[in-house]
């Protein structure tokens, strides 16, 4: 079988790792950065013994009982082993040493250093030293012939050399390498090594290949190369029967050969691609440790027969697979190799390698790589169909010498066979529990949130889960045995749930532990179906949710009724709840060259469940993969991905994800990692655990949260404008939630908002002033369209300091604009909020249920009252006719030719409506019922409100007529009319009856009194502003235009507080109301001194009454209850 690759572990902090094995090969010596030296029992071993050297340890050599290491003080130190007590410095150099290494017996050491000198000395007596001079540049690389005649060496000046040792004499130079001036700068560290025990070859890796050659002669006998190579060999080792070359490559490519043969036997892809810097093979079995450049150290097993030659058909037959698991991640074996038909050679395919120069970097998201070092071969019996041709001859395969299989003929091959040479797919990630550390980890965090830490041990003493709540107020810290192997775990404020993985006995169980409930019972489980498991779970407020490996997702209630079930598109990545907000994370498809293909489900679980993103594919970077999953503390979705990048949901831009930080910017290394824990928008906070050469914390000593800050992407931060455009949009962006929980009835706090757009506000007006030094008038007023009214006053006032009278000038139309888009938003919103209010009101008086409102007496009252409403509405001439399919409170047809009217009034002095609403204390309708105390009769109403009433019920959607012109010609024409003074308007009523005198007659009820005098009802401003224009005026003595006027009255309207300008409003609205009863008592008065036609029309009308008198009997208390109070 192939060489079977474990997930690699961290072993020492970022930067050049060196390994090896003991003697007995019973354990693994690393050393690192760190100046620490790791003993290692096997690759699992949690708990290796560290030893202590110095600062930096750059290189270690184990024989005999005695650990060597070069370390960074510039010595030589010798420590006992196992032990590691320090046990003397063998030498010095001036500066550091790159490389050390024994003899074959032990009994020596060469070392070389950046001072380019090589020495040997002697382990026991280190007076006995030699000193090798000849190199122009830092020593890379030493290595000792087996016989102890020869050492070779290789340099920074691009040299290997090979040294007689008796007389410190170079035998053989070869100018090899690429020349530099340190070894930090080498391209390849190139560590070269002798055969072991004859000695025969020497092998050095010189960019894609190993050159070996023979001892004594120095000839080149042959390279070994190969095209899985794409980047320069580092390191070479020699299996300990000799017959066997490993190379690493600084891509992380380790590729075995056998050297008798030639062929290539193994070929293996570190996991994330780093540099090989440490190769050792064990010294009795087929197995190789690694470390890289990064510190971490990996292993390979079942590496070639150690003790005889293997035919390159026999290395193919191992690697025979189904296809199938070129995607799958799974198995031990190399998930991902090719076909390899190793019973046909073609003369342009040579050996079934394939060129891997474009998919270094593709890794397995399970720890594992790539390895598509082979092609899987066909099955004996089977021949491929483009083999097959037509009138072919026979060829013959030439038999290995050590081939014991059976020769087959097969048809002539005329074409070569096609090969796939494009993008290739990325094994899919698998499921994983955000703020959760791997499974296979015997102490791990289950679950780290903001509601608090889940840990389960799973060792020889316990196997158990510890729950632990940071506010202890919520729940006391709990213990909980770990029977059924629980994997997966989530915490909320409410509940803990739990979820493990079927076995042959049992199914796979969703179990929760409900201890915010107010009964006995606080647990449920519930068992999937069969063959289904569940891979990711998720809590939300008042409910629990499981996706399936059969693409289900399961929700349940949290007190365990099942509730719906959907399917999802694809495999499910992860999932988070928050409230009543659901967010998966699925593979919509097949990602290529590194790149996962993930889609994204954010549901609303509400009353009103909906689906907010619906399958939107998950941007993340180029070649990463998700890591984490969830919610802000305000509950915006967010996520991050390998490379660091946390991206949040962008409610202000319809629905996209902006990223918000990049924390590899805050690691000091390359292998330096931050665990997210949790975002918090308000105050701004990203709350992770920094991991040193790991990307997940250990569960002991307890991991410290460090809190980070938020940075967008933008350009030229570093720059002032760059900077305040960043704050600006971070400001924006980071407080969207509290229009979203505005949007969603949720409570918050106003003086957040409004102390966000304070700061936003004051960047604006920074980057404008910016903007004026630069020059940059046209972007000031860009930036004025993004400022509130308040800001663009200020603006302006310093655009005029600054005597720019043309910014200025713009500033003001753009204030304008925005004030009468302001005057008409805020009407609207009244409207909307009236007509609100109007609902509740209106719902409190009519039923569905039986009520005294279904008797036939009240039936026969309101279709009554619906023929006076018509009357007293109708801008034409009165209708006879009871209007029975009209709503009693809707406008008629042609109440669009004048404006709704501020109160309802009955003409009808015999009878009364009791929803009407009369301003006029001198109507009929009030000396009717004067003895009687009707509240409804009395209420006065504003404008606003009665036109809410008629434009709710208005079932012929009559248009609505909003203060200002309909159809301006420009903003300013529109500001003019809509703050016209109302005296005008009357005057010109007057204007058209006295020219009409004989029409006037026929349009008396729809000119009535208040219609005329209420066509434009005051505003708050109106009224503000006819106190003030006579200041306006002797402050500017050059105003002559109206719109002017009404300018300069907007500017300081708008400078006023919240409260006075409310004032005003409620001033306005008090006084419209008495402006009306008195306009009707003028009126009055005129209408009496009225042509006779007039009088002849008002008494045709009086004739009517009688008919209309009948429901006196009814007394008004009794219409009062049957208005109020529903009779059930």
Same mark, same amino acid.
């Given at each position: 079988?192939?060489?079977?690759?474990?997930?690699?572990?961290?072993?020492?902090?970022?930067?050049?790792?060196?390994?090896?094995?003991?003697?007995?090969?019973?354990?693994?010596?690393?050393?690192g950065s760190d100046g620490d030296v790791r003993i290692w029992e096997d690759l699992d071993d949690d708990d290796p013994k560290s030893i202590n050297v110095g600062e930096k340890a750059?290189?270690?050599?184990?024989?005999?009982?005695?650990?060597?290491?070069?370390?960074?003080?510039?010595?030589?130190?010798?420590?006992?082993?196992?032990?590691?007590?320090?046990?003397?410095? $063998?030498?010095?150099?001036?500066?550091?040493?790159?490389?050390?290494?024994?003899?074959?017996?032990?009994?020596?050491?060469?070392?070389?250093?950046?001072?380019?000198?090589?020495?040997?000395?002697?382990?026991?007596?280190?007076?006995?030293?030699?000193?090798?001079?000849?190199?122009?540049?830092?020593?890379?690389?030493?290595?000792?012939?087996?016989?102890?005649?020869?050492?070779?060496?290789?340099?920074?000046?691009?040299?290997?050399?090979?040294?007689?040792?008796?007389?410190?004499?170079?035998?053989?130079?070869?100018?090899?390498?690429?020349?530099?001036?340190?070894?930090?700068?080498?391209?390849?560290?190139?560590?070269?090594?002798?055969?072991?025990?004859?000695?025969?070859?020497?092998?050095?890796?010189?960019?894609?290949?190993?050159?070996?050659?023979?001892?004594?002669?120095?000839?080149?006998?042959?390279?070994?190369?190969?095209?899985?190579?794409?980047?320069?060999?580092?390191?070479?080792?020699?299996?300990?029967?000799?017959?066997? +070359?490993?190379?690493?490559?600084?891509?992380?490519?380790?590729?075995?050969?056998?050297?008798?043969?030639?062929?290539?036997?193994?070929?293996?892809?570190?996991?994330?691609?780093?540099?090989?810097?440490?190769?050792?093979?064990?010294?009795?079995?087929?197995?190789?440790?690694?470390?890289?450049?990064?510190?971490?150290?990996?292993?390979?097993?079942? %590496?070639?027969?150690?003790?005889?030659?293997?035919?390159?058909?026999?290395?193919?037959?191992?690697?025979?697979?189904?296809?199938?698991?070129?995607?799958?991640?799974?198995?031990?074996?190399?998930?991902?190799?090719?076909?390899?038909?190793?019973? %046909?050679?073609?003369?342009?395919?040579?050996?079934?390698?394939?060129?891997?120069? !474009?998919?270094?970097?593709?890794?397995?998201?399970?720890?594992?790589?790539?390895?598509?070092?082979?092609?899987?071969?066909?099955?004996?019996?089977?021949?491929?169909?483009?083999?097959?041709?037509?009138?072919?001859?026979?060829?013959?395969?030439?038999?290995?010498?050590?081939?014991?299989?059976?020769?087959?003929?097969?048809?002539?091959?005329?074409?070569?066979?096609?090969?796939?040479?494009?993008?290739?797919?990325?094994?899919?990630?698998?499921?994983? &529990?955000?703020?959760?550390?791997?499974?296979?980890?015997?102490?791990?965090?289950?679950?780290?949130?903001?509601?608090?830490?889940?840990?389960?041990?799973?060792?020889?003493?316990?196997?158990?889960?510890?729950?632990?709540?940071?506010?202890?107020?919520?729940?006391?810290?709990?213990?909980?045995?770990?029977?059924?192997?629980?994997?997966?775990?989530?915490?909320?404020?409410?509940?803990?749930?739990?979820?493990?993985?079927?076995?042959?006995?049992?199914?796979?169980?969703?179990?929760?532990?409900?201890?915010?409930?107010?009964?006995?019972?606080?647990?449920?489980?519930?068992?999937?179906?069969?063959?289904?498991?569940?891979?990711?779970?998720?809590?939300?407020?008042?409910?629990?949710?499981?996706?399936?490996?059969?693409?289900?997702?399961?929700?349940?209630?949290?007190?365990?009724?099942?509730?719906?079930?959907?399917?999802?598109?694809?495999? %499910?990545?992860?999932?988070?709840?928050?409230?009543?907000?659901?967010?998966?994370?699925?593979?919509?498809?097949?990602?290529?060259?590194?790149?996962?293909?993930?889609?994204?489900?954010?549901?609303?679980?509400?009353?009103?469940?909906?689906?907010?993103?619906?399958?939107?594919?998950?941007?993340?970077?180029?070649?990463?993969?998700?890591?984490?999953?969830?919610?802000?503390? !305000?509950?915006?979705?967010?996520?991050?991905?390998?490379?660091?990048?946390?991206?949040?949901?962008?409610?202000?831009?319809?629905?996209?994800?902006?990223?918000?930080?990049?924390?590899?910017?805050?690691?000091?290394?390359?292998?330096?990692?931050?665990?997210?824990?949790?975002?918090?928008?308000?105050?701004?906070? +990203?709350?992770?655990?920094?991991?040193?050469?790991?990307?997940?914390?250990?569960?002991?000593?307890?991991?410290?949260?460090?809190?980070?800050?938020?940075?967008l992407p933008y350009c030229q931060v570093a720059t002032e404008k760059g900077q305040m455009e960043e704050q600006f949009w971070r400001s924006v962006m980071f407080h969207n939630h509290?229009?979203?929980?505005?949007?969603?009835?949720?409570?918050?706090? =106003?003086?957040?908002?409004?102390?966000?757009?304070? =700061?936003?506000?004051?960047?604006?007006?920074?980057?404008?002033?910016?903007?004026?030094? $630069?020059?940059?008038?046209?972007?000031?007023?860009?930036?004025?369209?993004?400022?509130?009214?308040?800001?663009?006053?200020?603006?302006?006032?310093?655009?005029?300091?600054?005597?720019? $009278?043309?910014?200025?000038?713009?500033?003001?139309?753009?204030?304008?604009?925005?004030?009468? #888009?302001?005057?008409?938003?805020?009407?609207?919103?009244?409207? !909307?909020? !009236?007509?609100?209010?109007?609902?509740?009101? $209106?719902?409190?008086?009519?039923?569905?249920?039986?009520?005294?409102?279904?008797?036939?007496?009240?039936?026969?009252?309101?279709?009554? =009252?619906? #023929?006076?409403?018509?009357?007293?509405?109708?801008?034409?001439?009165?209708?006879?006719?009871?209007?029975?399919?009209?709503?009693?409170?809707?406008?008629?047809?042609?109440?669009?030719?004048?404006?709704? %009217?501020?109160?309802?009034?009955?003409?009808?002095?015999?009878?009364?409506?009791?929803?009407?609403?009369?301003?006029?204390?001198?109507?009929?309708?009030?000396?009717?019922?004067?003895?009687?105390?009707?509240?409804?009769?009395?209420?006065?109403?504003?404008?606003?409100?009665?036109?809410?009433?008629?434009?709710?019920?208005?079932?012929?959607?009559?248009?609505?007529?909003?203060?200002?012109?309909?159809?301006?010609?420009?903003? &300013?024409?529109?500001?003019?009319?809509?703050?016209?003074?109302?005296?005008?308007?009357?005057?010109?009523?007057?204007?058209?009856?006295?020219?009409?005198?004989?029409?006037?007659?026929?349009?008396?009820?729809?000119?009535?009194?208040?219609?005329?005098?209420? &066509?434009?009802?005051?505003?708050?401003?109106?009224?503000?502003?006819?106190?003030?224009?006579?200041?306006?005026?002797?402050?500017?003595?050059?105003?002559?235009?109206?719109?002017?006027?009404?300018?300069?009255?907007?500017?300081?309207?708008?400078?006023l507080s919240t409260e006075e300008r409310k004032a005003w409003t409620t001033k306005a609205k008090r006084g419209t109301a008495s402006d009306g009863a008195e306009a009707k008592k003028?009126?009055?008065?005129?209408?009496?001194?009225?042509?006779?036609?007039?009088?002849?029309?008002?008494?045709?009308?009086?004739?009517?009454?009688?008919?209309?008198?009948?429901?006196?009997?009814?007394?008004?208390?009794?219409?009062?209850?049957?208005?109020?109070?529903?009779?059930?």
């Amino acid at each position: 079988m192939p060489a079977t690759q474990k997930p690699m572990r961290y072993g020492h902090t970022e930067g050049h790792t060196d390994v090896c094995f003991d003697d007995s090969g019973s354990c693994i010596v690393t050393c690192g950065s760190d100046g620490d030296v790791r003993i290692w029992e096997d690759l699992d071993d949690d708990d290796p013994k560290s030893i202590n050297v110095g600062e930096k340890a750059y290189s270690c050599a184990l024989k005999s009982g005695k650990l060597v290491t070069a370390v960074s003080n510039n010595t030589i130190q010798v420590h006992t082993f196992p032990e590691g007590v320090p046990d003397g410095i $063998l030498t010095r150099f001036t500066t550091n040493a790159n490389h050390v290494v024994f003899n074959s017996d032990g009994t020596k050491i060469a070392a070389g250093s950046g001072d380019f000198l090589v020495k040997v000395v002697d382990v026991m007596d280190c007076s006995q030293q030699k000193t090798f001079r000849g190199h122009e540049a830092p020593v890379l690389s030493l290595s000792f012939d087996p016989k102890d005649i020869f050492l070779a060496s290789s340099s920074c000046d691009g040299s290997v050399k090979v040294w007689q040792i008796s007389d410190q004499t170079c035998a053989i130079s070869w100018p090899l390498l690429q020349k530099v001036n340190d070894e930090i700068n080498a391209k390849s560290i190139c560590r070269l090594a002798w055969q072991p025990k004859s000695g025969k070859l020497l092998a050095v890796p010189v960019e894609k290949s190993v050159k070996l050659y023979r001892r004594e002669t120095w000839n080149n006998l042959f390279d070994l190369s190969d095209n899985f190579i794409s980047q320069t060999l580092n390191i070479v080792t020699w299996s300990p029967c000799g017959h066997y +070359l490993a190379a690493g490559s600084i891509n992380g490519s380790i590729i075995v050969w056998n050297v008798e043969t030639k062929d290539c036997m193994e070929r293996v892809k570190h996991e994330k691609g780093y540099a090989i810097c440490g190769l050792a093979w064990h010294p009795t079995c087929g197995r190789i440790a690694y470390t890289d450049a990064e510190g971490n150290l990996g292993l390979l097993e079942n %590496v070639c027969n150690p003790n005889g030659k293997i035919s390159s058909s026999k290395v193919s037959s191992r690697v025979e697979e189904d296809y199938n698991d070129l995607f799958d991640g799974d198995d031990t074996s190399n998930a991902g190799d090719f076909l390899n038909d190793s019973t %046909v050679e073609t003369p342009s395919f040579s050996k079934g390698i394939i060129n891997d120069d !474009e998919d270094d970097d593709i890794m397995l998201a399970s720890g594992r790589p790539r390895q598509r070092s082979h092609f899987l071969e066909d099955d004996e019996n089977s021949v491929d169909i483009t083999l097959l041709k037509t009138g072919s001859s026979l060829l013959k395969e030439k038999e290995e010498d050590d081939q014991a299989d059976s020769i087959y003929n097969l048809p002539l091959v005329t074409s070569q066979r096609p090969l796939y040479d494009g993008p290739m797919p990325t094994p899919r990630q698998k499921p994983f &529990q955000s703020g959760s550390t791997p499974s296979h980890l015997t102490h791990r965090f289950m679950m780290w949130n903001s509601i608090g830490i889940i840990r389960c041990y799973n060792d020889e003493q316990d196997n158990a889960i510890d729950v632990e709540f940071h506010d202890t107020s919520i729940h006391h810290a709990t213990h909980l045995s770990n029977t059924l192997n629980y994997t997966i775990a989530d915490l909320s404020h409410e509940a803990i749930l739990l979820a493990c993985e079927s076995t042959d006995e049992l199914a796979s169980k969703l179990h929760c532990l409900h201890f915010s409930s107010w009964d006995s019972s606080k647990e449920w489980i519930v068992d999937m179906p069969q063959n289904e498991d569940i891979e990711a779970i998720c809590l939300g407020q008042g409910w629990a949710a499981a996706a399936t490996s059969a693409l289900f997702l399961r929700l349940f209630s949290i007190g365990g009724v099942q509730k719906e079930i959907f399917s999802l598109p694809g495999p %499910v990545v992860s999932m988070a709840g928050h409230g009543e907000q659901l967010f998966i994370v699925y593979h919509r498809g097949t990602g290529f060259d590194g790149d996962q293909c993930l889609g994204v489900h954010l549901l609303q679980m509400g009353k009103r469940k909906q689906q907010i993103l619906h399958g939107d594919p998950l941007p993340l970077t180029k070649k990463s993969y998700l890591v984490w999953v969830g919610f802000s503390a !305000e509950g915006t979705p967010c996520f991050v991905d390998s490379e660091g990048i946390v991206r949040m949901l962008n409610r202000g831009l319809g629905n996209t994800w902006t990223p918000v930080c990049n924390t590899r910017e805050h690691c000091k290394g390359k292998s330096d990692h931050y665990w997210v824990v949790g975002i918090h928008e308000n105050p701004q906070q +990203l709350r992770c655990i920094p991991c040193k050469g790991s990307r997940f914390p250990p569960t002991l000593p307890r991991p410290a949260v460090a809190i980070l800050s938020f940075q967008l992407p933008y350009c030229q931060v570093a720059t002032e404008k760059g900077q305040m455009e960043e704050q600006f949009w971070r400001s924006v962006m980071f407080h969207n939630h509290l229009d979203y929980l505005a949007k969603n009835g949720y409570e918050y706090e =106003e003086n957040t908002k409004n102390q966000a757009i304070k =700061e936003q506000q004051e960047l604006l007006l920074k980057m404008l002033a910016l903007s004026c030094k $630069l020059e940059r008038e046209f972007r000031c007023v860009e930036l004025g369209e993004l400022m509130t009214q308040n800001a663009v006053n200020l603006a302006i006032k310093y655009a005029s300091r600054s005597r720019r $009278l043309i910014l200025a000038q713009k500033l003001s139309e753009l204030a304008v604009e925005k004030a009468a #888009e302001l005057a008409a938003t805020q009407v609207e919103e009244e409207e !909307e909020e !009236e007509e609100g209010d109007f609902r509740k009101k $209106l719902s409190a008086g009519y039923s569905n249920t039986p009520t005294e409102w279904s008797q036939p007496r009240f039936r026969n009252q309101v279709e009554e =009252e619906a #023929e006076d409403t018509g009357e007293a509405d109708d801008t034409e001439e009165t209708s006879e006719e009871p209007k029975y399919g009209q709503n009693p409170f809707s406008k008629s047809a042609n109440s669009s030719d004048v404006p709704a %009217v501020k109160s309802v009034t009955s003409s009808n002095p015999g009878r009364v409506n009791p929803f009407k609403v009369s301003a006029n204390s001198k109507e009929p309708a009030i000396s009717v019922n004067s003895g009687r105390s009707n509240i409804l009769d009395n209420m006065n109403k504003s404008y606003k409100k009665s036109t809410a009433l008629n434009r709710a019920t208005n079932d012929e959607k009559s248009p609505v007529i909003k203060p200002l012109v309909p159809k301006p010609k420009s903003k &300013q024409v529109s500001a003019v009319s809509y703050f016209q003074k109302r005296t005008s308007q009357v005057d010109k009523t007057e204007e058209v009856k006295a020219e009409n005198p004989k029409n006037s007659s026929s349009e008396t009820p729809a000119m009535s009194p208040q219609n005329n005098e209420n &066509q434009r009802p005051k505003t708050g401003f109106q009224m503000w502003l006819e106190e003030n224009r006579s200041n306006i005026l002797s402050d500017n003595p050059n105003f002559s235009d109206e719109a002017d006027i009404i300018k300069e009255g907007m500017l300081r309207f708008r400078v006023l507080s919240t409260e006075e300008r409310k004032a005003w409003t409620t001033k306005a609205k008090r006084g419209t109301a008495s402006d009306g009863a008195e306009a009707k008592k003028r009126k009055h008065v005129a209408d009496e001194s009225e042509e006779t036609e007039h009088q002849k029309e008002k008494a045709k009308e009086n004739l009517n009454l009688p008919k209309k008198q009948k429901p006196l009997d009814l007394s008004t208390n009794q219409k009062l209850s049957a208005f109020a109070f529903k009779q059930e």
